[in-house]
């Protein structure tokens, strides 16, 4: 990719530190904050294709939305440019003020000619967070009539039911509800592609940080953002540092070269814990980690078979020493602190139980098949003990390894046989998973929402019409039954194997002040950040 230009001789300096082999290195710089994370999984910067976990943080520093969830409480939505916001008495139309003279990291004014850009634009390029606003009737034909400007600072948004307020509002929290500066976007527009070939690898937001530079599997460079109209980042700079191995991010951190470190494994938190110079901080996060089969593969569709895979995790040593302190087994599509969210863990390891299902589905001596599984040191040591367990029932698997991008886009493509993956809550309702792993309206190739469920060729109509009827009940204990009646379902038939919820831990310097873990990729904060 193009270099951006590097204001500062010292900003030059921290950069170039972060290519230097770690022996070399001394210590961050005063006004850089340094996070070494496995960051692999990037493959774009514009918010419309925003959709991995490492990008989403990026985007929640970087660029602005309607509204934000709170950071303390992921259940309060809090202002983000919004001024004011409002339903109509139908329930269907959602009006919005936005907080006067604003500005995009460019100087360019922020006004509601924006916002609707930016969310006509999401609907209408059609990438994979598309359907968070598709789901309320929109579509290329008629997006430019249902989010239209009202005013210079005025918009209204119109759905096609009437959805339960929250769930609209925290679906805009998502990142496919970023704005997005028009003015510049589409001065870099190719071929009517309103500027996403460059936004893939730019920016274009009003956010506290800006990003300066993105190599692939290598750095996120981000600065502050002056025109921010709230409190201003506290430092300068903020580096994220691909390390995928939680070893070396241990290094880096006890020699002063990171400041943070995101993927320590049990043992090697257990071995900071006496540092008087490293501390940590933890928070649940609306991440879940599951193996899924995909049901284009007739053995792999058999009902018995699915469920015989269920029984060849083993849970509870896993829980013990590859997720300590990191993790809790959840067998359940909504994870814990969601309305309707349940704590019921069926599963064990019982070999001879996943053998009498698979005898019955007609594999009394097993099969063999792949698992697509990202390298990164705790996926690999899930993958390795489930091979190790599936091998005591017959069954064969073969681990194809690759990075983030190189899985996920042949798991996009319904490729795989398996594939071990995370999931992390797009905003804070329980329709963000509901409607991925619980739906899917359209099983045929070419559908237009491809939901994790669609992934994996499940086809649910039933379920798909419970997930419906879910988001439109407005009282919320109606609700919460029944997304509690969709998860029973779900443990007992469908092709996922749901293994843990992801406890993010954070180790950092004792210089480092203000880092909160958010519930949501998004509301982790480094813009908050000090030291």
Known sequence: M?????????????????????????????DTLVVAWAIDDIISMDPAEVFEISASEIMGNTYDRLLRSDVGDPSRLVADVAKSWSVSADGKTYSFELKPGLKFASGNPLTAEDVVFSLQRAVMLDKSPAFILTQFGLNK????????????????????????????????????????????????????????????????????????????????????????HGVKAKLPRVIYRHVKESATQRLLLEKGD?????????????????SKDIRTTSSPKGTLFYISLNQKNPKLAKPEVREAFKWLIDYAAIGETLIKNIGVVHQNFLPAGLLGASNVNPYKLDVEKARALLARAGFPDGFKVTIDMRTTPLVQGITESFQQTAKRAGIDIEILPGDGKQTVTKYRARSHDLYIGQWGTDYWDPHTNADTFARNPDNTDNAKSKPLAWRNAWDIPE?????????????????????????????????????????????????????????????????????
């Open 2 to 30: 193009k270099y951006l230009l590097i204001r500062s001789a010292m900003a030059v300096a921290a950069a170039a530190a972060l290519t230097m082999p770690p022996s070399l290195l001394a210590a961050t710089p005063k």
């Open 141 to 228: 034909a008629n997006v430019k009539e249902k989010v239209k400007q009202t005013g210079a600072l005025t918009l209204s948004l119109e759905t096609d039911q009437t959805y339960s307020p929250t769930f609209v509002y925290n679906c805009l929290t998502a990142d496919v509800g970023a704005i997005i500066d028009k003015r510049l976007v589409m001065s870099k527009e190719v071929n009517g592609d309103m500027g996403h070939g460059w936004l893939k690898t730019s920016f274009a937001g009003s956010g506290p940080l800006k990003l300066r530079e993105w190599r692939a599997n290598e750095i996120v460079a981000l600065e502050r953002n002056d025109h921010y």
């Open 258 to 274: 990171a400041d943070i470190a995101r993927n320590l494994s049990p043992q090697d938190l257990s071995a900071l814990a006496g």
């Open 463 to 531: 379920l798909t019409r419970k997930a419906d009827a879910a988001v439109l009940e407005r009282d919320p204990a109606k609700r919460r039954a029944m997304y509690e009646e969709i998860q029973a379902d779900f443990r007992k038939n469908s092709p996922f194997i749901m293994i843990y919820q992801q406890l993010e831990v954070a180790a950092m310097r004792s210089d480092v002040q203000g880092l909160k873990l958010g519930s949501t990729s998004a509301s982790t904060h480094m813009f908050a950040v000090s030291k």
